[in-house]
């Protein structure tokens, strides 16, 4: 069997994140044919193209990884109906310069929890967008969750809720199809 590496991008600096949550039980609940490296974003400063002549070691620590592996995996909190900054940013250094564009054809599924009833769809939408402009494969299909109660997900990854672990396990098996289809 084939093993794909997936760079794991959890957008959510908070310490009980329950995005971070939702991530581990992603790696936890996925197919063994995909292989987790979490990738950090929150230590690279906010994009400036005068930086471009000589990129700061975690940005180029940053694009490596993403470079590196035969797909991404974006779990976010939504932020007034959007991404958070952090994973925006991170998007915009993997994009520049142009030719070395770090998306480009890279496999890339997204999904996200709150405790609100649409969970991070709009923001979703938004990353969506924006991936595709960048030419990235975005998985098709919307993925969010209601993180309904506080001991859903516990630290770990493993989930109390046997439709949300359900869910979380479809989610991961379609994302480990479409990498081996498209990486």
């Known amino acids: 069997m084939t093993t794909f590496t997936v760079a794991m991008l959890a957008a959510s ?21 995909l292989r987790f490296t979490w ?14 002549g000589n990129r700061p070691a975690s940005v180029t620590a940053f694009t ?41 054809d890279k496999v890339v599924a997204i ?15 938004h990353l969506r967008q924006i991936l595709s402009v960048i030419g990235a494969h975005v998985m098709p299909g919307e993925a969010y969750i209601s993180f309904k109660t506080p001991d859903m997900i516990d630290d770990q990854g493993n989930i109390a809720d046997e439709s949300v672990r359900a869910f979380v396990t479809a989610f ?8 081996a289809k498209l990486a």
């Open 172 to 179: 991961a098996a379609r994302f480990a199809g479409l990498v």
């Open 64 to 104: 490596d990884a993403i470079r590196a592996a035969d797909a991404v995996c974006c779990v976010m909190p939504e932020y007034n109906r959007s991404l958070p900054a952090v994973l925006k940013n991170a998007i915009d250094w993997g994009s520049k310069p142009m030719d070395a564009n770090v998306w480009r």
């Open 13 to 33: 600096p908070r310490k009980q994140s329950i995005n971070v949550k939702l991530a581990r039980a992603i790696e936890r609940y996925a197919p063994d044919s």
């Open 39 to 52: 990738v950090r974003m929150d230590e690279m400063p906010f994009y400036n193209g005068d930086l471009e």
């Open 111 to 125: 999904t996200g929890t709150s405790p609100g009833a649409i969970g991070t769809a709009v923001g979703q939408q």
